[in-house]
């Protein structure tokens, strides 16, 4: 390996969550940029909503636990309890897992972890976590070979060796690129799918959803999808901690038995977020009310634009259950 570089999967674990990392960073996630559960409350609702669904499914156990997993600063766990019926948050166990330190403020309900809670049963919900494990980049040669590609810590990039072993199995899979036209790029993904089947793993029954930016394998990006954001632009990713540094998830490869995949839009509106625009008779019948509803189909409709927000992908792992309860 060159002096002075690393791999894309060390320098983002380094520059992400070491110490001073940027994820250790005051500010939190929202300093940088807008996530769903940032845009509405709406979103937060339709967590509620599903959290109901998996309690019906489960038969209204005595205890039911919430885990919130890249939980950020932890918005969405706090618009859950905002929302959450009475009879419901009566025996909700809610659960935040970050790596940063317990905000303050925090309702005093939350349990604070670094890695979820073992053998409980409920939803654990991953909002935009899976983009943020860090994993290695490969990129064809001018022979068509995939090469690790290695980085500096301005961003500057370099081809390493070829990529065998276990990484090599993955891409060959899940996002193949022997023989690919030069410079042809992918993530290898194979550190997220270990995430996440630890994370369903801790479920001793339930429903575990990852809500991500996504593609799937007949439809990946030639070139990848590596970037970095800061201050509510998308930046050259450099692993000094001054950024995030993000990538798109193969959700499919994560995916284990018995799980589905769909659109945010699909899934938000199965659990009752509609972005259609309230009857014009609202207006003159009771104006307030007109108003609160047109906000909340404005707020509705960014969360399920095909172009947007709506294009993300979830991916419904149910354990112990018989459907994705969409």
Known sequence: MASGTRTWREAAEAALY???????????????????VHASPLY??????????????????????????????????????????????????????????RPDGLDERVTWLDAPPDGVQGLLFANEWLD?????????????????VLVREDGEEL???????????????????????????????????????????SLRAGLAVAADYAHERAARPPFGTLTGFREGREVRPVPDGSCDITAHVALDACAGPG???????????ALGVDGSRPPLALASEDPAAYVRALGAAGEAAELTAPGGLGAFGWLLQPVGLASPLL
Do not use: K, M
């Not at 943020?132 to 690790?148: H, I, K, Q």
């Open 159 to 201: 081809l390493g060796d070829p990529v065998a072993g276990e990484d090599a199995t993955w891409l060959d899979r899940w996002w193949p690129l022997e023989g690919a036209p030069p410079g042809s790029r992918a993530e290898i993904g194979h550190p997220r799918d270990a995430a996440w089947a630890r994370a369903v793993g």
């Open 44 to 101: 937060a609702g339709a967590v509620v909503e599903l959290l109901r669904r998996v309690d019906a499914a489960l038969g209204h156990p005595a205890e039911l636990a919430f885990t919130d997993v890249g939980a950020g600063r932890g918005e969405l766990v706090a618009g859950v309890l905002d929302r959450c019926p009475p009879e419901l948050a009566g025996r909700l166990r809610p659960y935040a897992v970050e790596i940063a330190d």
């Open 132 to 148: 943020n494990v860090p994993l290695d980049v490969a990129e064809a040669d001018g022979e068509g070979t995939p090469r690790r």
């Open 18 to 36: 070491g110490p001073g990392g940027f994820y250790r960073r005051p500010e939190g996630p929202a300093g940088h940029f807008r996530t769903s």
């Open 259 to 269: 799980a589905s995949l769909t659109s945010q839009r699909e899934a938000l509106r």
